[in-house]
């Protein structure tokens, strides 16, 4: 679910900001973090994707019907 996605999203970057607050530098910690917060930002995109396309299938159906009415 994508709210589950940007959750998962925002967890991350509070962990990226407390390593930053924890260290005072960018760590490598940071950069498995930072990889993956781009593949759940990556995730979201393709579920966004998926939504979109099941709306525009649902217009196109309702569109159809009320012609054929």
Not at 12 to 21: A, D, G, H, T
């Amino acid at each position: 679910m994508v709210t589950d996605l940007y959750k998962q999203k925002r967890s991350l970057e509070l962990n990226w900001q407390q390593e930053y607050n924890e260290h005072g530098k960018y760590t490598l910690n940071m950069v498995q973090i930072d990889k993956k917060v781009q593949e759940v930002i990556a995730d979201i995109k393709a579920e966004e994707a998926k939504i979109a396309d099941r709306h525009n299938k649902i217009n196109e159906a309702a569109a159809s019907v009320s012609i054929a009415t």
